[in-house]
């Protein structure tokens, strides 16, 4: 059993920085992607940032060339690096890890409590 805890929220003006860390315990088996979601009041969760189990990135376009993703797989953790952070970036901040067999069956989708990041004018 999994189970994920993020870190590092707070509250932070326009143009600050800040990194979020989601702490894995238990195992993570197989093919992995490792994200971040965030959720803003009144819409829908969206994918921010996710890195594979083979390292590859992918960012939404709200946040690309200020937000990256990192993990540490000695540490069991991910992490997401925000910079040049804007009031549109305030949300409740998910980290899920999805991960598969190598041939194709899932083992496991897990979500931490969720973090709250508030960026103000």
């Known amino acids: 059993q999994v189970q994920l805890v993020e870190s590092g929220g707070g509250l932070v003006q326009s143009g600050g920085s800040l990194r979020l860390s989601c702490a894995a315990s238990g195992s993570i088996f197989g093919i992995s992607f490792l994200g971040w979601y965030r959720q803003a009041p009144g819409k829908e969760r969206e994918l921010v940032a996710v890195i594979t189990s083979g390292g590859t990135t992918n960012y939404a376009d709200s946040v690309k060339g200020r937000f990256t993703i990192s993990r540490d797989n000695a540490k069991n953790t991910v992490y997401l690096q925000m910079n040049g952070l804007k009031p549109e970036d305030t949300a409740v901040y998910y980290c899920?890890?999805?991960?598969?067999?190598?041939?194709?069956?899932?083992?496991?989708?897990?979500w931490g409590q969720g973090t709250q990041v508030t960026v103000s004018s």
């Open positions: 899920n890890v999805h991960s598969w067999t190598t041939w194709g069956t899932e083992i496991g989708d897990y």
